[in-house]
């Protein structure tokens, strides 16, 4: 799966301000522009930017759209069968002593930014590259075609974007927004083209890739992130590992058993946040099975955030890494701190000169490197510049960071 060419992707500016809620993704996917605009210095006001969905012919196929996936059927939770060989569980292969692993979130947007940082994940040579969810708008089956698997849409005129498939493999967790159309598209289109290379696809939305030192476990909190309409205000989703994944962990991961290797957590939504909202759920469920503390990354928030050790109330203790700055625009300046005691590290708030004059921070990846007991990480942005790296090592299962810089 390789793309060609820039230029005639999608803009930035169409997926600024982008709303969490189902219907106003619904709403911003009818109002998006079918061809590439002129780039111009005079952007569209993002928070007009939906007006153009309230044509007749657009308010129907919104309405019809989001109708039919909000109340309609989540596809099948699927999980490993017992008679399956593969469990989901796969011994990390490399070269040279050496297992290169690209992480990163929120990239399925379709714009020049997300095939750049593309390309500087195809520029790092990675045995495996794992994305952590969330493909734009709505995640159906034609932003899925066009914004992850590279191909072409009949129906408008942007260029599709390719997801860097590593030489080993290529994995992806379920994001909210896969799940606006209940997960159709994830399941049915996404994960068959993904997985070990030759291995028949990715077959669930969890995994783990480990070795002696290490285990990289990927986690699902997309498919309980999506409530009913209307009920959702007052029981709102939580992310909840559903039952399968629960029971996976314990039974073929066995987390719950005594182990000297480090444990590195995928997920598409955050544990904590300092300025989002946090979901604690999954790290309550994790704490039952994980002393910790873990290192963790995730998407869903659009930007480059490293943390301190940290935990809330009985939740695990975990060192963050937000990496949700895959595709989306990256909005700047920062919000207002919700979590005022969260330790931030290191945040990248530099400017991304763009040509279509918006005000926005940096797209990346993080790149992982295992050699042994040790784990290089660097954070990359889409020129290709490490902002920030970390080196840690991990002992009798405890990990301990033993260098950080630029
Ligand atoms: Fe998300």
């Keep these: 799966m390789t793309s060609t060419g820039t230029g005639r992707r999608r803009d930035l500016q169409d997926l600024l301000d982008l709303s969490r809620k189902p219907g106003l993704s619904y709403l911003r996917k009818e109002a998006a ?194 409530g009913w309409p209307m009920l959702e205000i007052l029981f709102p989703a939580d992310c909840a590992l559903p039952a399968k994944v629960i029971d996976w962990l314990k039974d073929e991961v066995r987390l719950n058993q005594a182990d000297e290797r480090g444990i590195i957590l995928l997920s598409h939504h955050q544990y904590y946040s300092k300025y989002d909202c946090c979901y604690r759920k999954p790290a309550l469920q994790l704490s039952q099975l994980i002393t910790g503390p873990v290192l963790w990354f995730w998407g869903h928030e659009h930007r480059l955030v490293i943390y301190e050790e940290f935990g809330i109330g009985d939740g695990l203790r975990a060192h963050g890494r937000c990496i949700g700055h895959g595709g989306m625009p990256v909005e700047y300046p920062l919000p207002r701190p919700q979590l005022k005691d969260c330790p931030v590290e290191f945040i990248d708030d530099r400017l991304y000169f763009n040509d279509e004059n918006l005000r926005l921070g940096l797209n990346g990846f993080a790149r992982l490197t295992l050699r042994g007991k040790s784990l290089a990480i660097e954070y990359v942005d889409l020129t290709g510049y490490a902002v920030f790296r970390e080196d840690w090592e991990v002992e009798n299962g405890v990990l301990k960071r033993v260098w950080k810089g630029p």
Excluded at 40 to 64: E, G, H, K, N, V
Excluded at 116 to 141: C, E, F, K, N, W
Excluded at 200 to 223: E, M, P, V
């Design 33 to 226: 522009p079918k061809a590439p605009r002129r780039k111009s210095r005079d952007t569209y006001p993002a928070r007009f930017a939906a007006m153009a969905a309230f044509t007749p012919r657009r308010i129907l196929a919104f309405a019809y759209e989001y109708l039919r996936n909000r109340f309609g059927p989540r596809h099948r939770f699927e999980f490993y069968e017992d008679e399956d060989s593969d469990k989901g569980v796969y011994q990390l292969q490399g070269d040279d002593q050496e297992i290169r692993i690209a992480l990163c979130g929120d990239w399925g947007t379709g714009t020049d930014e997300a095939y750049y940082v593309g390309q500087r994940i195809l520029d790092s040579s990675p045995h495996y590259t794992i994305h952590l969810g969330d493909v734009y708008y709505v995640g159906d089956a034609a932003e899925v075609s066009q914004n992850f698997l590279g191909e072409p849409n009949p129906d408008n005129d942007f260029q599709p974007c390719c997801w860097p498939c590593g030489t080993n493999g290529a994995f992806a967790l379920l994001g909210n927004h896969e799940m606006y159309a209940r997960g159709e598209a994830y399941f049915e289109d996404m994960l068959p083209a993904l997985g070990l290379k030759n291995g028949g696809g990715q077959k669930a939305s969890y995994f783990c890739l480990q070795n002696k030192f290490w285990r990289i476990i990927g986690l699902d909190t997309g498919y309980n992130s999506v």
